[in-house]
């Protein structure tokens, strides 16, 4: 029904997270359709993407500039580097403005199933990085999954002959939440997390 160019683009289309066969194919009808407002600045800017943007040589963040902004800004505090497992944890974290130290993009997670081992990740620069006299704290942000609690507890113990403390960022309810719809192990980790009101 359509042509070789139209396959193509949804064929691309639907390998992106959250889009099937059939998104593919709306999205790409859109696409086409508003071709002047949206199809050719699209196309602009993933090839201006492809040929700038780059990992940052300091914490992995993806960047048109390398050392990346945020390990370029003096206001950041060197003395804390935050750990997650991939760049769109580190863009949440600084959506929340909740941050302001530095990063490191760990590139994934241990995960003895899928065969990522530890030199699969970004583990010997940062360890590197822990060891600086500037460095105090290493906050462990990886997220609550058995390979985030597995890279958590292999992180920690590289770390444990370095000068510097390792923190873990704390679970439990969330804000807003009801205990009635959480889960189980969330509801565990809460209790176990307690502390003085």
């Known amino acids: 029904m359509t042509g070789p160019e139209i396959d193509r683009l ?49 914490c992995g963040n993806l960047d048109t500039i390398d050392p990346c902004a945020i390990c370029a800004d003096p206001r950041r505090d060197p003395s804390i580097i935050c750990v997650v497992e991939e760049v769109a944890d580190l863009w949440a974290l600084e959506r929340a403005r909740i941050f302001a130290g530095r990063y490191h993009v760990l590139g994934g997670t241990l995960s003895a199933l899928d065969g990522v081992g530890p030199e699969d990740l970004n ?25 985030g609690q597995t890279t958590a507890h292999y992180l920690t113990d590289r770390l444990a002959d370095c000068d510097v403390s390792v923190t873990r960022l704390a679970y439990g309810v969330p804000v807003g939440g009801e205990l009635d719809y959480l889960d189980d192990g969330t509801l565990a980790a809460a209790l176990k997390a307690r502390r003085a009101f």
């Open 123 to 147: 583990i010997g620069p940062l360890l590197g990085r822990a060891r600086q006299a500037a460095v105090r704290e290493v906050v462990i942000a990886t997220n609550a999954t058995t390979d």
């Open 10 to 58: 949804i064929q691309l289309l639907a390998r992106l997270p959250g889009l099937g066969p059939r998104s593919a194919r709306r999205v790409a009808l859109h696409l086409l359709k508003r071709r002047e407002v949206l199809l050719q600045p699209l196309a602009a800017a993933m090839t201006d993407a492809a040929e700038k943007v780059q990992p940052c040589s300091q």
